[in-house]
């Protein structure tokens, strides 16, 4: 029906869990680190926006995507961020490090892993400290992915700065 608003749940609550809420805890001290890291906090939400995207998981797909808009990332930007390849709209350094995070998050779908052409082209564009968290957050964004997305954690509802 038109109009009808679908209630979900997640399969657990992950928050009210005391093991599940001490590991959220350090995965959001670790994420914390890149966030005051050099790495440019646009190019951290395009990192985070298209891992989740690839990943399926709608729940940061939803929270990084209006984080980023809030944050003040254009419509056109966060709208081409699946099709970057084609899009004219973002920067060499930014392509670098979408294509190192499409590898990074697919790392089952290539036999080789991530490619030395697409690390040699990230390690062009950033220093070490920025490599070091851009590789670090590649990987917490896939574990918080892979938490949503077990748990079928719902989205839609997330506001700019709810998790602080």
Known sequence: MIGEEITMEARFNYISNT??????????????????????APTQELVKIRASQINGCAMCTDMHTKDAEHAGESSVRLNLVAVWREAKVFTEAERAALE?????????????????????????????????????????????????????????????????
Do not use: C, M
């Open 100 to 164: 190192l995070t499409e590898q990074g998050t697919r790392i089952a779908d290539a036999a080789g892993g991530v490619t030395d052409e697409a690390w040699a082209n990230a390690s062009k564009h950033y220093d070490d400290d920025q490599i070091a968290a851009l590789v670090s957050l590649i990987a917490l964004i896939n574990t918080y992915n892979r938490i949503n997305v077990i748990l079928q954690q719902p989205a839609g509802d997330y506001q700019p700065g709810q998790w602080g």
């Open 19 to 40: 093991v599940a809420a001490k590991f959220a805890k350090a995965l959001n001290a670790a994420g914390a680190v890149v966030t005051q890291s050099t790495l440019p």
